[in-house]
């Protein structure tokens, strides 16, 4: 039997819980995927460039625009002034003007915007312009903000029993201060926006963000127009990991604000240095903290402030530092622990989210309490780590009064991975290796991760997708999630193709456009398949309900008796191809369109206790990493890591795979080479790669093992019961940081306390293998 297009009835072709190429695979790597910047260019395009501040803070006296607005193919030189609109973006709370008014608040500012005939000419104009500063005393870092008690929004405190009693009655006790760095994001394509006027008084805007409908709202507010007039589309990023989350949105309105007033066509592709000067980054922590632990070094007490290094305004930071908060426990159960989070204000760039979103801050710090805690007692720190992790019945419930469901495969993964990684042999190995070796030396560390599931704000926690059947039995899949690498297409075609009884082929997802699929959240929070795959898979239930009921009518049998298998619709003893079935529909006048939605069930939160159930699940994973360091230099390198990472029933294991390599790889170039460095003006002078280290494929560990976890489907209705991998495992890395760590305090015979702050950077491992020295 055919049903007409060749597609005779066999098994379906990547469907769910298969290893499928990325959608865009081929064309990734021959370099034909176009993005923002390939797209054919209109007549009459403009190019744009902004005049960012060289001063931190300081009073604008006045510009002198003439000699810019002068030179050749120069269209438009504008300022604050010239916006029609509302002039503050800011993504939550008002704080991030467009372009700066009487007053810049961190070097790298954008002042003026310019759009001339080709982008040379547009950079060659943007230089020319005059600022006129009167400076003023700039607040730079958290210390600084901590200290004079400047903060971008209240700080916060989430409790559990009583800390400062169980501190005090608690046999051993320890205090410190750690600084964790923040990191630039580096995704190879740079921000870009290309806003083309649509001649009606609207705009169409391609943007490379991961929140098409924010990008929307900001230009339609910047311009004064109501949202119907702003179409945005994003086909794919070239990485993003956070960085366009808010902040695409200022570069499209940029973009779009120079398209209004030159009537034109306006690219604005941003250079690499301007990129990194003018948008957020991670944010960078400074940790006090007060563990009280017993003998086994179980954790009784803890007491720990978190403060961020937010910038000049609000942007994401409630949220950042809400996960950093909820991230102080990590995998262990914390009897009595006060949190406190602090959101700086310095005069320095908005910092914004980055995979992980403030969460691999807060387990950063108690990551390296736990290291503390141990290197004390002279433990094993995989003791300590077991000794503390959440266990049902009586150690189960968070620091925010969230119960962790399903603690019992942390003890799994621990078992598994200690087997696997041959933990305990390559202990003793490491300590023989050491105790022959003055100058190198190994250090290992085995960490988990527990990472929360879902966006702390309530409201985003909701997706919308929109799918097409056409008579030829081609399926069209629109959903509100984007692409920037991670495969959420080739996910969600799968999800759709599974749900058909179809080939994965025979779809097709859409780029992403606010008048397809309107108001979604931003790609996210790890949440885009499970928030946008269930969005999808219920739209295809409404059309496979009616193609069911039409199947049942027209072939006189019951409903019960129609099945979706093997590219085909069998109802009762009759079979017909799926594309057969979509013709006769049609013909029927059956509808073959519908859109779905979907809300994650189970969450809640209140903001005036600090507790609730923020997250529907929780993601996991372990890993062990072995660094060998050269104590003369700082010099390191990782001979070898171990990854295993809870997926459940990962919808593709091959991008998943992929997620749990990069990730790793993000978070050790987070945690040893990736360092900012503003100088004590402010400004900002690691802003290329020339200075700015991100790793290479040479920072690989030479023995890299990474699985994942597929044993246990997660316990809560997640798509196809899968679990969200974008981000949980970039905390993995901690193992690396931690492992140098190991091999410092390995210098000094392990006696001392070590402090090696992030990044370790080879010039930070060798002043902390100096220091130990200098306790003998
Ligand atoms: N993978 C690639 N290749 N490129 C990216 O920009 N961003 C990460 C992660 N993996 C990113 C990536 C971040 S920060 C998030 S939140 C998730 O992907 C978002 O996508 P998802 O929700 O569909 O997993
Ligand atoms: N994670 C990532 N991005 C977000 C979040 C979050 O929890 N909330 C708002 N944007
Ligand atoms: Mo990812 S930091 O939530 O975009």
Not at 204 to 229: D, F, I, R, W
Not at 255 to 264: G, I, K, P, Y
Not at 488 to 517: C, G, M, W, Y
Request: net charge negative; proline share 6%; charged share 20%.
């Amino acid at each position: 039997m055919t049903d007409g297009t060749n597609h005779g009835v066999r098994p379906v072709r990547g469907g769910v819980h298969t290893a499928q190429a990325h959608d865009s695979a081929l064309r990734h790597v021959t370099g034909s995927a176009p993005y923002v910047d390939d797209l054919p260019e209109l007549p009459g395009t403009l190019h744009a460039a902004v005049r960012l501040s060289d001063k931190a803070h300081a009073r604008i006296l006045g510009m002198d625009l003439a000699g810019a607005r002068t030179m050749p193919g120069v269209h438009a030189v504008l300022t604050y002034d010239d916006v029609p609109g509302e002039l503050d973006i800011g993504a939550i709370l008002p704080g991030d003007p467009l372009l700066a008014p009487d007053l810049v608040e961190y070097a790298g500012q954008p002042v003026v915007a310019v759009a001339a005939e080709t982008m040379l000419a547009a950079r060659a104009a943007a230089r020319r312009v005059e600022v006129f500063y009167e400076p003023l005393p700039a607040i730079l870092t958290p210390e600084e903000a901590l200290e004079q008690g400047l903060f971008v929004s209240p700080s916060q405190t989430m409790r559990r029993g009583d800390a400062a009693a169980a501190l005090n009655g608690a046999p051993h006790r320890l205090r410190g201060e750690l600084r964790i760095g923040g990191q630039d994001h580096f995704y190879l394509e740079t921000h870009i926006a290309y806003a083309i006027p649509d001649g009606d008084g609207g705009y169409k805007v391609h943007s490379s963000t991961q929140h098409p409908s924010e990008v929307q709202h900001q230009v339609a507010k910047v311009l004064g127009l109501p949202m119907n007039a702003v179409t945005v589309e994003c086909r794919r990023m070239g990485g993003a990991f956070g960085g366009k989350e808010s902040q695409a949105a200022h570069v499209a309105a940029i973009a779009a604000l120079l398209a209004h007033h030159t009537r034109r066509p306006v690219k604005f592709r941003m250079d690499r240095d301007d990129d990194m000067l003018m948008t957020g980054k991670r944010h960078d922590f400074f940790v006090r903290y007060d563990v009280g632990f017993d003998g086994e070094g179980r954790i009784l007490g803890l007491e720990m402030e978190l403060a961020a290094r937010c910038g000049m305004s609000l942007d994401l930071s409630n949220g950042v530092v809400d996960r950093a908060m909820f991230h102080a426990d990590n995998a262990y159960f914390l009897p009595h622990a006060t949190i406190t989070g602090h959101r700086c204000r310095t005069n320095t760039v908005s910092n914004t989210a980055f995979r992980g979103f403030g969460g691999p801050q807060g387990m950063a710090a108690i990551e390296h309490v736990v290291d503390e805690v141990a290197r004390h007692l002279g433990r094993d720190a995989l003791d300590v780590r077991r000794a503390n992790l959440y266990a049902a019945p009586e150690r189960d419930v968070t620091h925010y009064g969230m119960r962790v469901e399903d603690a019992d495969i942390l003890p799994e993964l621990f078992d598994e991975l200690e087997r696997s990684s041959d933990y305990r042999e390559r202990r003793r190995a490491v300590a023989a290796f050491n105790a022959a070796s003055p100058v190198l030396k190994k250090g290992l560390a085995f960490t988990p991760v527990k990472f929360g599931i879902s966006f702390t704000a309530l409201h985003l926690n909701q997706a919308a997708a929109l799918v097409h059947v056409y008579t030829d039995g081609s399926v069209q899949v629109n959903h509100g999630g984007t692409e920037m690498g991670q495969g959420i297409h080739t996910k969600i075609a799968q999800i759709v193709a599974e749900e058909f009884q179809i080939d994965a082929a025979r779809l097709r997802v859409t780029a992403s456009v606010t008048d397809k699929v309107p108001n979604a959240p931003p790609s996210a929070a790890s949440t885009g398949t499970d928030l946008n795959g269930m969005a999808a898979l219920n739209a295809a239930r409404t059309i496979k309900e009616r193609l069911t009921a039409f199947m049942a009518d027209h072939c006189k049998v019951p409903p019960e008796q129609v099945a979706f298998r093997d590219n085909a619709v069998f109802a009762g003893n009759h079979a017909l191809g799926f594309a057969e079935v979509a013709k006769l529909a049609f013909l029927n006048r059956v509808p073959l369109s519908a859109t779905g939605h979907y809300k994650t069930p189970k969450i809640h939160w209140d903001p005036a206790t600090q507790s609730g159930r923020p997250f529907f699940y929780f993601a996991y994973g372990v890993a062990v990493t072995e660094a060998l360091v050269d104590t003369l230099t700082g010099e390191y390198r990782f001979p070898r890591c171990d990854l295993l990472h809870d997926c459940s029933g990962s919808i593709n294991p091959a991008i998943d795979l992929g997620q749990v390599e990069g990730a790793f790889v993000q978070g050790l170039g987070w945690l040893t080479a990736e360092e900012l460095w503003w100088d004590g003006e402010g400004r900002l002078r690691t802003h290329a790669p020339s200075t700015y280290k991100i790793p290479t494929s040479r920072d690989l560990p030479a023995d890299f093992r990474v699985r994942l976890y597929d044993a246990r489907p997660n316990r809560e209705e997640t798509i196809h019961r899968s679990k969200a991998v974008g981000e949980p495992p970039l905390m993995l890395a901690l193992s690396g940081w931690l492992a140098l760590k190991d091999a410092v305090a390995a210098l000094g015979g392990h006696r001392h306390p070590v402090r090696l702050d992030a990044p370790a950077t080879p010039e930070r491992v060798l002043l902390a293998c100096e220091a130990v020295r200098r306790q003998g």
